[in-house]
């Protein structure tokens, strides 16, 4: 079963999504520096299941233009909207990863109308207040950084610029080019825990117990915050659920929304 590639126009922005499949509708937010690519196999895989699953690459990421403004969370979920309107979709299961998942709680939140269950995927959203090392590195970073001004060769500045990004783990950072850099400042500071309890949508948390990039507590939090939700965590997977551990996650998901 082949998804079809398709393209549309949302204030001006060119929007690439993939579609397969026929039944009830899956739409999936894919995560930071991620597109609808990294989902191929879970589309297919729960086509196979009965549903239609729709992938678009969202502004700024695959082969969707990147938006004119530094956006947050809020503008991505007016995004999914209005994406979802122009597609007919009144009623759907939303499905988000990471950064996905942080874009989907905040949808939840803005249009709880609109979504049957809401399934979140090691979702973003829990922004902690970083420890001591995690603040000293950041200081060091933003002086060298200052202090890179001085070498005279452009390329010895990024390349050093982008070791101290990887050293303080931001290599999302590292990956990312013009606006989206100021997107990504922007979002990774975006705490949506005291949303967590205005969700009203059946959910499933899933995750994995390896994951370094959102911790475990997160899950638990979400669980115990969001009402009417349920944490399914895959021993052994770490963050990337899509392709570590596909067979999984799309069983999960089936087990959830049947």
Known sequence: MQAQER???INGLDIQYKIVGKGPTILILHGWGSS?????????????????????????????SAPN????????????NQFAEQLGLARFVLAGHSFGGQTAIQFAVQHPEKIEKLVLIAAAGVRRTPGVLKKLLAVVAKLISFLLYLVPFEDLRNNIRNALY?????????????????????????????????????????WGDKDEMTPIQDAHLMQELIPNSKLEIIKGAKHALNFQAPEKLVSTIERFLN
Not at 39 to 62: N, S
Not at 69 to 80: D, K, L, M, R
């Open 69 to 80: 403004s530094i956006w947050g969370v809020e503008e991505y979920a007016n995004f999914a």
């Open 166 to 206: 990887m050293l303080i783990r931001r290599r999302d950072y590292v990956k990312t080019q013009g606006i989206m850099r100021d997107v990504f400042k922007k979002v990774i500071t975006q705490d949506l825990t005291a949303k967590f309890s205005k969700i009203q949508t059946p959910t499933l948390i899933i």
């Open 36 to 64: 609808s690519d990294s989902w191929t196999r879970i589309q297919q895989m729960l086509a196979e299941k009965g549903f239609q699953v729709i992938v678009p690459d969202l502004p700024g990421f695959g082969k969707t």
């Open 7 to 9: 393209t549309i126009s």
